[in-house]
């Protein structure tokens, strides 16, 4: 008979961990997330973008804010359109982007070929504004952190469920907030795939890609923003903070999207 120790260590032992709970390649076998990493490693960002496409075919999307730095991973899956038919290009619209966000969207749109699915709240900014207030006013953190979730991470996920995707891709880079200093190139967050092709990225790197190719800037840009996200939760560089520190309020640098856990766990 097995001892309570013994029982215990196999308990243990036979619970999956989060990782083993991810979905598999297209093919559906398991992907052994070494093994991924290590097969990226060498891979530029288009040919990362071409071994998650091969790897998950249509449960394959990219994520895009159409902000400062959007038009370079937009740029990247319009090249690999004429190989095997445009992307699923994922844009969370909160209902509080700047006029200007509205704008560039519809000018990449027009000069990029990709499938754009828009991703928004079930309850619109009028009712949320009745029903909790303007949270970012408040200046306190459960308030945004309440707001990031009803506006961008759940319309996020949803999205994500009805189109069936296992792997995104986005443009984050590790030098823009301590938390993405930490990432890996593909990581598991919250039950799917996260590969970020541009990690690695510098403010330079970007810059030049956009020159390269002739790439719109973003209208602010002009304007002094190193980041754009909702009207209300951005501000131009103005010397006393750039990149992210200028968002929130200060309050914190991530909305949630990009981090691991749930509410509680995270964002």
């Known amino acids: 008979m097995a001892s309570t120790a013994a029982k215990s260590s196999l308990s243990v032992m036979s619970t999956p961990s989060p990782v083993d709970r991810l979905p598999p390649d297209r093919l559906g076998h398991p992907l052994e997330i070494n093994a991924a990493r290590a097969a990226l490693d060498p891979l530029d960002p288009l040919d990362s973008l071409r071994?998650?496409?091969d790897s998950f075919g249509d449960g394959f999307a990219l994520t895009t804010s159409f902000g400062i730095q959007s038009a370079v991973l937009l740029h990247m899956?319009?090249?690999?359109?004429?190989e095997a038919g445009p992307l699923q290009v994922i844009w969370v619209d909160t209902g509080y982007l700047p006029p200007e966000t509205y704008l560039y969207a519809e000018e990449l749109q027009r000069r990029l070929s990709f499938r754009l699915h828009v991703a928004q709240a079930a309850m619109s900014p009028a009712r949320m504004e009745a029903l909790h207030g303007r949270l970012w006013e408040t200046g306190q953190l459960e308030d945004l952190q309440l707001y990031n979730r009803l506006r961008k991470v759940d319309p996020l996920d949803q999205a994500f469920e009805a189109l069936g995707v296992r792997c995104w891709a986005s443009?984050?880079?590790?030098r823009q907030t301590d938390h993405r200093s930490t990432m890996q190139p593909l990581d598991a967050v919250r039950g799917r795939w996260a590969l970020r092709p541009l990690l690695a990225w510098s403010h330079k790197d970007v810059f030049y890609y956009m020159q390269e190719h002739d790439l719109p800037q973003h209208p602010l840009f002009e304007q002094g923003y190193s980041t754009v996200g909702d009207w209300h939760t951005s501000a131009p560089d103005d010397g006393s903070g750039s990149g992210r520190a200028t968002r929130?309020?200060?309050?914190?640098?991530?909305?949630?999207?990009?981090?691991?856990?749930?509410?509680?766990?995270?964002?």
Not at 251 to 261: R, V
């Open 51 to 53: 071994w998650a496409r």
């Open 77 to 82: 899956a319009s090249a690999l359109a004429a």
């Open 171 to 174: 443009g984050v880079r590790g």
């Open 248 to 267: 929130f309020g200060g309050l914190k640098q991530e909305c949630g999207i990009h981090l691991p856990g749930l509410m509680g766990e995270g964002i």
